[in-house]
């Protein structure tokens, strides 16, 4: 090998070293981006599991409210219907003269 070869191959593998280095560099910059993209749905995954925990409780919150006035009209109908009992007992009690 002369002095001429021996210039070409240490060019040539200076050349691969600076290309090699860019790819590394390249892949670096990709992985930095995944690792990030991880960490962001990650992140929504807790995300989505806080809110799936918020819209059962606003279910729960609705179907209460939904019910509440069928529970006040039972409650009416009840008063309504014992009032409605005490007037008779008490009809029938002064139609025996108590």
Request: hydrophobic share 45%.
């Given at each position: 090998?002369?002095?001429?070869?021996?210039?070409?191959?240490?060019?040539?593998?200076?050349?691969?070293?600076?290309?090699?280095?860019?790819?590394?560099?390249?892949?670096?910059?990709?992985?930095?981006?995944?690792?990030?993209?991880?960490?962001?749905?990650?992140?929504?995954?807790?995300?989505?599991?806080?809110?799936?925990?918020?819209?059962?409780?606003?279910?729960?919150?609705?179907?209460?409210?939904?019910?509440?006035?069928?529970?006040?009209?039972?409650a009416m109908a009840e008063k309504?219907?014992?009032?409605?009992?005490?007037a008779v007992v008490a009809w029938m009690l002064g139609q025996i003269?108590?």
């Amino acid at each position: 090998m002369d002095v001429e070869e021996i210039v070409r191959e240490h060019q040539r593998i200076f050349d691969l070293a600076k290309s090699n280095k860019k790819r590394i560099d390249t892949l670096e910059e990709e992985q930095k981006e995944l690792r990030e993209l991880t960490k962001a749905v990650t992140e929504m995954a807790v995300e989505q599991k806080n809110m799936r925990g918020d819209l059962a409780e606003m279910k729960n919150d609705v179907k209460q409210i939904k019910e509440k006035p069928a529970r006040r009209w039972d409650a009416m109908a009840e008063k309504v219907l014992n009032l409605i009992t005490a007037a008779v007992v008490a009809w029938m009690l002064g139609q025996i003269g108590l």
